[in-house]
């Protein structure tokens, strides 16, 4: 699956449960204690559960290093460019 990581990027020590964003973000803190790592999970979010997909949107809004961009019209209502111009 195009979400899971390559077999070469895994050093042995990855849970295999992982998917490709949450190995990354593992792969992150290990490279970078100060990283903070969010609970957002790409599978959760498609897993068709409504309960998951809804609590993933919440993680989704919740941290700005997901880049979530929300658009309204084709303009951008949330996301990267409103919280640097302050507008949150």
Do not use: H, I, T
Not at 12 to 41: E, I, K, N, V
Not at 59 to 87: H, I, S, T
């Amino acid at each position: 699956s195009a979400l899971l990581p390559a077999a070469d990027a895994l050093d042995g020590a990855w849970p295999l449960q992982l998917c490709r964003f949450c190995a990354l973000q593992l792969s992150r803190c290990r490279a970078d204690p100060s990283y903070r790592p969010s609970s957002f999970c790409p599978l959760r979010l498609f897993s068709g559960e409504r309960g998951q997909v809804r609590a993933m949107l919440g993680e989704l809004v919740l941290c700005p290093q997901n880049n979530l961009g929300v658009f309204v019209d084709g303009l951008l209502c949330y996301g990267k460019g409103e919280a640097e111009a302050g507008r949150l």
